[in-house]
């Protein structure tokens, strides 16, 4: 089974703090994502990856950076976490474009 | 850019049939995608539609119309532990799918 791992499922973080989010996958995925979900407004892309080193801005990536060092890990870093960055966060990662993806089991960040 | 409509919420009762649509605006468009996410849980997938028609799994199916821009997912014999947000997206170009903001389902008894 395909495997996405995400380093923490709750994080309380305080405003201005910068704060790593880890996704990790195993099945030599080349495409990963970092997505957040607030209600209402569903999954929203903040960052992708098509390959190592390659990173490519989403739809809301203001205050988020990412780095993918290695294939198999990409990390989203909160720069100065606000609190309107308290949110549920989704990596996921797929074998190609048009495949499904596999989401790992999410982090829920609350920046008090 | 993509638009992708899909109702906020529905309701249903055990045993009945619910239908859940989504209507999507897209150019490049190369398949359509439904997920099943339960409250604080991560999406997972339920199935995959390139071609029009319907395509079955158990007591789930999913349908596709191209020219029409729509699909539904169709769920039979519903139980309680169906009760999850049902979340469509769509596959274009050599871009990352773009999701619809989910629909809710509540099953009832």
């Known amino acids: 089974d395909v495997k996405v791992t995400q380093s923490s499922r709750y994080l309380v973080k305080r405003t201005g703090e910068k704060v790593f989010l880890e996704c990790v996958q195993d099945m030599d995925h080349e495409n990963m994502f970092w997505y957040r979900q607030d209600p209402g407004l569903g999954l929203r892309l903040i960052y992708f990856?098509?390959?190592?080193?390659?990173?490519e801005k989403g739809d809301i990536p203001e205050g988020y950076s990412v780095s993918r060092e290695k294939k198999e890990r990409f990390s989203l870093i909160l720069e100065s976490a606000s609190t309107n960055q308290t949110s549920m966060y989704l990596c996921a990662s797929n074998l190609g474009v048009n495949y499904g993806y596999t989401f790992g089991s999410g982090t829920r960040l609350t920046v008090v | 850019g993509q638009n992708i409509d899909q109702p906020t919420e529905m309701t249903a009762t055990e045993g009945a049939i619910v239908q859940i649509n989504c209507t999507y605006q897209t150019s490049g468009f190369n398949g359509l995608f439904w997920y099943q996410q339960h409250a604080g849980e991560a999406p997972t997938f339920l199935s995959y539609?390139?071609?029009?028609g319907l395509e079955e799994k158990g007591r789930f199916s999913s349908f596709l119309s191209r020219s029409k821009g729509y699909s539904y997912l169709l769920l039979k014999e519903l139980q309680m532990k169906d009760s999850a947000s049902y979340l469509c997206a769509v596959a274009s170009g050599n871009t990352p799918l773009v999701f619809g903001k989910g629909t809710r389902l509540s099953v009832i008894a």
């Open positions: 539609n390139v071609l029009d």
């Open positions: 990856s098509y390959d190592v080193k390659m990173k």
